[in-house]
């Protein structure tokens, strides 16, 4: 009885992260598709992501030169509100941080947090010179992103605590997001 308990277990940790999976991509489609009046199943997102596509290569060829006054004009309105302003260039600077030509989150390293009980904690160096800001230059900026979140904690460490991780950033990331629980790339655990 303790066995079949096992197996019922084991079975569950298998097909629920599936079935969802399913699920969602399942309705996904569904929902996509419910957008565009053809009666083709996946029609929907093949015309969104060809619309995409379409968008995207127009933005960067032919309106690239007059929708960026445009842009600018709108960006320089949304800076003259405070609040706004503030949201609007921190998720501008995360963005950028994530995926833009400045990508900031490069670096993946393990923190000592605790010595006495040898604590460390994986996080990604942001910034190596923190001089403006009058911190030590043995300081550095080190963003530690929450698991199960989109919100992280920067904290100014000593260089001497901080050593690189082996691994692709984007690895790394997922690892932590995901409170440890996805394996990272070339591991059997």
Do not use: C, H, W
């Not at 320089?76 to 941080?97: E, H, N, Q």
């Not at 923190?111 to 001089?131: A, M």
């Not at 009058?134 to 530690?144: L, T």
Request: glycine share 10%; no cysteine.
């Amino acid at each position: 009885m303790k066995q079949l308990l096992k197996y019922l277990i084991q079975g569950l940790f298998y097909t629920i992260p599936l079935g969802i999976t399913f699920y969602v991509v399942f309705n996904s489609i569904i929902f996509l598709d419910a957008l565009i009046p053809i009666d083709v199943p996946g029609m929907g997102i093949l015309i969104i992501l060809v619309l995409l596509i379409i968008t995207g290569y127009l933005g960067s060829t032919i309106l690239a030169s007059s929708i960026g006054g445009l842009i600018k004009k709108m960006e320089s309105l949304v800076l003259r509100i405070p609040l706004v302003k503030m949201i609007y260039t921190a998720l501008k600077d995360l963005t950028g941080a994530l995926m833009g030509s400045k990508r900031s989150f490069d670096q993946a390293v393990v923190v000592k947090i605790d010595k006495v009980n040898d604590i460390e904690k994986l996080g990604f160096v942001t910034k190596t010179d923190l001089t403006s800001l009058g911190i030590d230059k043995g300081k550095v900026a080190v963003y530690f992103p929450y698991s199960y979140g989109i919100m992280g904690d920067l904290r100014i460490v000593p260089a001497t605590q901080v050593r690189p991780v082996n691994g692709k950033s984007s690895e790394i990331m997922k690892f932590i997001v995901s409170g440890g629980v996805v394996n990272l790339q070339g591991s059997e655990d």
